[in-house]
């Protein structure tokens, strides 16, 4: 069991990276869910309504116009995630954003003008931190322990 305990001990820093690298995936794509499938935004208030000169683009492309998903070709959404991991002595900062400037333009100026696109809501927080993260730790610290 000791053995185990500092296998633990050793391993402790991967593990701690592996579900932050986890957490930012799974939050983008929450976030994502929820802004392409319910058209809300963080606070979980409607997204705003498309122009109504977008609404007519976006029909002709046999695109839904009920509520704002900031989908039109979803090259924005795929081109969105980690793009920096920093390590420090006490924290590990993981950053999602746009993959390339065209995507951080869009997603900087939606952010501006409609609603901040990349921000996690309460429940969604609570979900990644409180069973997420709790899930993940519980089982790789139980796989190491029982070895």
Do not use: C
């Amino acid at each position: 069991m000791t053995k185990n305990i500092d296998k633990l001990i050793d391993q402790l820093p991967l593990i701690i990276s592996d579900l932050m690298l986890t957490l930012a995936n799974d939050a983008k794509a929450l976030i994502q869910q929820r802004v392409q499938e319910k058209g809300l935004n963080a606070q979980l208030n409607k997204t705003p309504d498309y122009s109504d000169q977008y609404k007519k683009r976006r029909q002709r492309k046999g695109l839904q116009v009920n509520h704002m998903d900031l989908t039109l070709s979803g090259e924005m959404w795929r081109s969105t995630g980690i793009v920096n991991s920093v390590k420090t002595d006490k924290q590990i900062i993981v950053t999602i954003a746009g993959r390339d400037e065209e995507t951080q333009n869009k997603i900087n100026w939606n952010s501006e003008k409609q609603f901040e696109v990349l921000a996690l809501s309460k429940p969604e927080e609570d979900l990644l931190y409180n069973e997420i993260a709790s899930e993940y730790l519980e089982e790789r610290i139980l796989e190491i322990l029982n070895e």
